[in-house]
């Protein structure tokens, strides 16, 4: 990847006399979006009531399985699609009350490569810059080419560019207007290992310099390595939003595999009221919540009951537990409930 300096996000900094940036880049409250249905198809009630805050300068995870409503999310502030109810603001405007200036202040990065095949990207970025009322003065086509490495395919067909050059060329599309936050659909959905690493440094890149970042993904390697904030939906609802730390905290969930020194035909009664699985005759494993039992203490129990430790491992929870633990309970609307409030 080549090296990037971007320009500067609209607005991102605040120069003397500017108004202040606002907190929340973006801010919705109790967004609602049913489809309607159509001949056969039911109607489908695709966000049941989501609010969020996404701070300025933060580089933001929405992830959810496939059909959970990232997109719908972020087509209702692009202007793509119309909400049912609640309200959106993007960089403190209210997409109702002035959705021009909503609709100026972020840039969307689309899932779909559709660029015309027959323009060259200088033309596809002069062309955009255009439809947003950009002044040619004021355009920063060049600027853009290089900061996505594309300086030395300006004037190259955009049919011959590789699946990379496209994805980049759309990042530079979304930012012709220097809009301070930049939404990015699922930017590494069907592309290989290397290019994501490319692709992620890029839009790391973007947010050190000022941008906003939100990016849905269903990868969860992608939000653990990119976002430092993660909303996780499901089914049209936010069941968990947080920092990656404190969502990690969250889990508070840790296994302590105990190898011993004889074999054992039943679990030490000592371990009888833990979480605790005899696995051969040689292997216990313990589940245990780090912020209520002592490590120290369960291998005292062991060691109480006569046995020899030869050796231990532990076995944190990472992001991929907690999406399935959410994604999958079956009281899952009942944590969104609850975790909801805490975000109003
Ligand atoms: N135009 C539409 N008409 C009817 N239903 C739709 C429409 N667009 C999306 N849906 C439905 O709304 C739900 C949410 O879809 P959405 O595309 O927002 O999810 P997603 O999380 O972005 O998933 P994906 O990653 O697969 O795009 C799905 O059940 C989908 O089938």
């Known amino acids: 990847m080549p090296d990037m300096t971007l320009p500067p996000a609209a607005g991102s900094g605040a120069p003397a006399g500017a108004v202040l940036p606002p907190d929340q880049a973006v801010e919705v409250h109790d967004l609602r979006k049913i489809y309607k249905g159509t001949g056969r198809a039911p109607a489908k009630e695709a966000l049941k ?10 580089l933001y995870g929405l992830l959810g399985p496939n059909g959970a409503g990232k997109s719908t999310f972020i ?12 309200t959106a603001r993007i960089w403190g405007i209210d997409i109702d009350r002035d959705a021009r200036s909503a609709r100026a202040a972020i840039g969307v990065v689309p899932q779909e490569l559709n ?79 290397e290019l994501r690493q490319s692709l ?22 992608e939000a653990e390595q ?25 889990l508070d969930q840790k296994e302590l595999v105990v190898h011993l020194g004889q074999d054992v035909d039943a679990l030490p009664e000592a371990l009888a009221a833990c979480d605790a699985e005899l696995q051969g005759s040689r292997r216990i494993v313990i ?54 409030d805490e975000y109003r």
């Open 115 to 193: 660029l015309d095949p027959f323009f060259t990207p200088r033309e596809i970025l002069d062309l955009q810059a255009g439809l947003y009322g950009v002044p040619k003065r004021e355009r920063q086509t060049d600027r853009l080419l290089e900061a996505v490495g594309l300086q030395d395919k300006a004037d190259a067909y955009a049919r011959t560019l590789s699946g990379g050059m496209r994805r980049r060329l759309m990042v530079a599309k979304a930012m012709v207007h220097a809009p301070p936050v930049l939404v990015l659909d699922e930017p590494t959905a069907g592309v290989d290992v």
């Open 75 to 86: 087509n209702i502030l692009a202007g793509l699609v119309n909400k049912t109810s609640g």
């Open 287 to 340: 589940r245990y919540q780090p912020s209520r039992a002592r490590v120290g203490d369960i291998l005292g129990a062991v060691s109480a009951a006569g046995l020899s430790i030869v050796d231990l491992t532990t076995v944190e929870s990472d992001l991929e537990d907690l999406f399935l633990q959410l994604t999958r309970a079956p009281q899952a609307a009942a944590v969104a409930t609850a975790h909801d």
């Open 200 to 221: 992620w440094a890029h839009v790391r890149e973007l947010n050190r310099a000022g941008t906003t970042v939100v990016l849905t993904t269903h990868y969860l390697e």
């Open 226 to 250: 990119l976002c430092d904030t993660i909303a996780i939906v499901n089914h049209g609802q936010v069941v968990a939003c947080d920092s990656k730390q404190q969502l990690l905290k969250r």
């Open 49 to 58: 009531g989501i609010s969020l805050s996404i701070p300025r300068g933060s």
